[in-house]
């Protein structure tokens, strides 16, 4: 018997449909065709089984204890998920059947992991093909089963899914419970979860919402000068242009540049008021700009939640509707914005479907020149995914929701783009020289809209008035100032994240990242999660009591902001988790080995453990220095600036302490006590309502203790 194992139902009757017929169906199959020929299909329903519970492997892990940590599986073990077993069970008689199995999950990490690991679970035999299907219309599901491959070419696919999953047991199941015990030990309640992706994406959250509370506006000044050719013959039009920053003023400017002092403002602008100057840089040029590439899953949520303010998980759904539901779009968890060659081919009848799916599109299908050809169509650029694109189905197969409008709109565009003419941008430039200082003038118009005419915009996008075009002067021709102004403005605290933003962040996450060589490596690589990952990730975090929401802005809970404040760097901040993805890639072409990246993570879990032990007696725990990077105990050491702390993990941590931190932080000769969260020491503080005791580590730590009569009331209870 020939068995094919769809991932879902939806995708089992696509393929089904391409078979001939009759079809019989049964309780979770369907049968194709007559006789020896017949060949039966059948389905998961996403993954049928799942990592086993720590009890399976050891009794004692079902209780959560300090002393069971680390919990590291000699021999890994998967369980049956209790609310599929029924389908499970149909799975395993008609694979104990077969003779041929074509593998036919979806073409990406997880949908080749969870075929496999039902297949090997029941030892099967049988050879196994497989087949790649990203379109659910009939013809493009044919395509793909005429043209079967080897299952052992995706190994690899397999071995980093499997990796990804054993990683994740690990990291997860040790370190929530480490962190959950500990902090239980310190008197918190509840559960602290700890996930090699959702954490960094909270500690984005809880490090964005810090910013912005603790951001204090400064005062910065522009200087603008209105400038004019100084030929009294010439008709040329004044024209406005900003000071630029200079070394000489290094001192007086912030990190981005903006001028912090009125006086040397002042003084720039009554230097140049009046003055003669020169053109130093004239350029004006007609820019084209090429249509943007199709949609990934990331492109296409970070735009719809720009746009509509839909949510990440809500994208998603929708667009899985789409492509399930209604098979109006290609496979939708894709990573990629490229299409295959051969696809080029079908862009006639994909455009006719667009124009009576998306009416409002319609008139516009008519003014493509479908002969010309963007940069989409790429072999090269496409692996197991191809960009989200429309199929050539006419209609949908129930009426659309506004949602699913929407997504199918933009979607549809993004296509239809890649058939316009470049948009093309008139650009100009102009630099003064006025004695020592430098002004530049710019402008920016959209000469020619091309494939603009299809972009949406959002209606508060056009607030500032356009600018009128800039006058033509030349390279070394003398200019005025008539006259110079300075305009007083306030530094801005960042925005706080929306859906858009975080994907974005995720997407691009090299940004939030400070070792510049790792931040190479991390522009190579997805980021943190994957396309069809970090919507559930989001999701997560919110049910976890982590993440709220405050209209359209997402922020951190005091849960969220007090477990990220306690982690060390390492496990808060994006660089582990993105250099894990860049390794998984690795194994998927063949150049890491899974092996050794367990070894070597199971290696940085103990490390975590014993750098974060709890100290078991309180008055050891109070003359203890810990590091502020990774809470390792510090020691002593000289430098050619004297002594100070040094963390005892270097080089692998540099983490150091000035010497003062150990000497008395409120006056009274004694010890300091060391923050239950941080270990930092504790500081005396005064607030509107009295004293109280906060962490020296603050804002990175806002772990805070109740005064009693000078001393924390801390020290007392641990003493008792």
């Known amino acids: 018997m020939h068995l094919y194992i769809a991932e879902k139902p939806s995708l089992a009757r696509a393929i089904a449909a391409a078979l001939p017929e009759p079809h019989q169906k049964g309780q979770g199959w369907i049968r194709c065709g007559k006789g020896k020929t017949a060949v039966t299909v059948s389905w998961c329903i996403g993954h049928l089984l799942e990592p086993a519970e720590p009890a399976r492997y050891n009794p004692a892990w079902k209780k959560w204890r300090l002393e069971d940590l680390p919990m590291f599986p000699e021999h890994w073990q998967l369980s049956p998920k209790d609310s599929v077993k029924q389908q499970l069970s149909v799975l395993e008689s008609l694979i104990q059947q077969a003779d041929l199995i074509t593998h036919a999950g979806d073409p990406d990490r997880e949908g080749q992991l969870l075929v496999d690991e039902v297949i090997r679970f029941f030892g099967s035999k049988a050879p196994v093909k497989r087949v790649l299907i990203n379109d659910l219309t009939p013809n493009a599901v044919a395509r793909a089963i005429a043209s079967p491959r080897e299952n052992k070419e995706f190994r690899r696919l397999s071995h980093s899914a499997l990796a990804r999953q054993r990683a994740d047991w690990l990291y997860g199941i040790n370190l929530t419970r480490f962190y959950t015990l500990t902090y239980q030990h310190q008197g918190e309640q509840g559960v602290y979860s700890v ?10 959250v809880a490090e964005r919402d810090n910013a912005i509370e603790n951001c204090q506006p400064k005062p910065w000044f522009r200087i603008e000068g209105q400038f004019q050719a100084a030929d009294e013959q010439s008709d040329q039009r004044p024209f406005t242009a900003r000071w630029l920053p200079d070394e000489q003023f290094q ?14 403002a002042e003084q720039i602008a009554h230097a140049v008021n009046g003055r003669p100057g020169n053109i130093i840089e004239s350029r004006f040029r007609d820019r084209p700009e090429p249509p943007p590439l199709p949609l990934s899953l990331s492109a296409l949520q970070i735009e719809a939640g720009r746009l509509f303010r839909m949510g990440a998980k809500e994208v998603l759904d929708t667009a899985q509707n789409l492509y399930e539901k209604h098979q109006l779009i290609t496979y939708p968890r894709s990573d990629s914005r490229y299409l295959p060659e051969g696809h080029f081919s079908q862009r006639e009848q994909v455009i006719r479907a667009i124009g009576r799916t998306a009416p ?3 008139s516009i299908t008519g003014q493509l020149d479908t002969h010309r050809r963007s940069a989409a169509w790429n072999d090269k650029q496409v ?16 009426k659309l929701t506004e949602a699913e409008q929407k997504v199918y709109g933009l979607i549809g565009r993004y296509y239809l783009m890649q058939f316009c003419q470049d948009a093309v941008h008139r650009e100009g430039k102009l630099t003064v020289q006025v004695q020592d200082h430098r002004f530049r003038a710019t402008e920016t118009a959209l000469l020619t809209p091309g494939w603009k005419a299809l972009e949406l915009k959002l209606k508060e996008s056009n607030k500032e008035p356009q600018k009128p075009p800039l006058p033509r002067l030349e390279r070394s021709e003398p200019v005025i100032c008539n006259s110079a102004s300075v305009t007083e403005r306030k530094t801005q605290p960042p ?15 090299a940004r939030f990242v400070a070792d510049t060589e790792l931040r190479k490596t991390l522009r190579e690589t997805d980021g943190l999660g994957t396309e069809a990952t970090r919507a559930a990730i989001i999701d997560t975090l919110f049910r976890r009591d982590y993440l709220f929401r405050e209209k359209r802005y997402i922020r951190a809970t005091d849960k969220g902001k007090a477990l990220i404040a306690a982690l060390p760097d390492s496990i808060r901040t994006p660089d582990r988790t993105a250099v894990w993805e860049a390794t998984l890639e690795g194994i998927r072409r063949g150049e890491d080995d899974p092996k050794t990246f367990l070894d070597n993570l199971k290696a940085e879990i103990l490390a975590f453990m014993n750098r974060v032990e709890a100290p078991k007696d309180p008055q050891q725990q109070e003359q203890s220095i810990h590091c502020p990077k990774c809470r390792a105990p510090m020691v002593q050491r000289e430098g050619k ?11 692998d941590c540099t983490g150091t302490r000035p010497l003062e931190d150990n000497q008395p932080q ?25 004293w109280f005791w906060g962490c020296s580590n603050f804002p990175g730590c806002r772990q805070t203790v109740d005064d009693d009569n000078g ?8 003493s008792t």
């Open 711 to 718: 001393k924390p009331a801390l020290r007392l209870r641990n």
């Open 360 to 362: 409002e599109l319609e």
């Open 641 to 651: 600036f004297g002594t100070f702390y040094a963390c005892t993990r270097y080089p």
């Open 666 to 690: 409120d006056g009274s000769g004694q010890k300091p006590v060391p923050c239950p969260h941080c270990f930092s020491p504790l500081v005396r503080r005064k607030s509107k309502k009295g």
């Open 495 to 509: 925005q706080y994240f929306t859906d858009a933003t975080l994907l974005s962040a995720m997407t691009n996450i």
């Open 195 to 204: 996930g090699r992706v959702q954490t960094p994406v909270l500690g984005l």
């Open 383 to 398: 692996d197991a995914h191809h960009a989200i694109i429309p199929t050539v189905r006419p209609s949908a197969n129930a």
């Open 251 to 264: 001192q007086h400017l912030d990190e981005e540049g903006r001028l912090l002092s009125r006086e040397i």
